[in-house]
Nanobody, 123 residues
Framework: QVQLVESGGGLVQAGGSLRLSCAASGSGSILSIRTMGWYRQAPGKQRELVAS???????NYADSVKGRFTISVDNAKNTLYLQMNSLKPEDTGVYYCNADLKLRGVVGWRTYWGQGTQVAVSS
């Protein structure tokens, strides 16, 4: 069984930085990773894509975070990162890690979610 565990959230002042991590436990059962990404959900709003990265290294960012956030992955550690710089109060929300995985003994691709980590940016 694979679990995604996020860490690195917290409270920061506007203009500050945070680095989120998402580690995949049970990674020995992972045969392949198609896409990994970060989503966020602000209070009263729908969950939205922040950034994603494919197995080939192609990245995609929400317009609101381009130039400020950087997504990366350490394949050896099966860990996804999100470096967040120049944070704004509107970046506040719960950040979720997401991955499309193919596991040993499981047919097809499955989507997994982490439990979320809170990011709060004060003005």
């Amino acid at each position: 069984q694979v679990q995604l565990v996020e860490s690195g959230g917290g409270l920061v002042q506007a203009g500050g930085s945070l680095r989120l991590s998402c580690a995949a436990s049970g990674s020995g059962s992972i045969l392949s990773i198609r896409t990994m990404g970060w989503y966020r959900q602000a209070p009263g709003k729908q969950r939205e894509l922040v950034a994603s990265i494919t197995s080939g290294g192609s990245t995609n960012y929400a317009d609101s975070v381009k130039g400020r956030f950087t997504i990366s992955v350490d394949n050896a550690k099966n860990t996804l990162y999100l470096q967040m710089n120049s944070l704004k109060p509107e970046d506040t929300g719960v950040y979720y890690c997401n991955a499309d995985l193919k596991l040993r003994g499981v047919v097809g691709w499955r989507t997994y979610w982490g439990q979320g980590t809170q990011v709060a940016v004060s003005s």
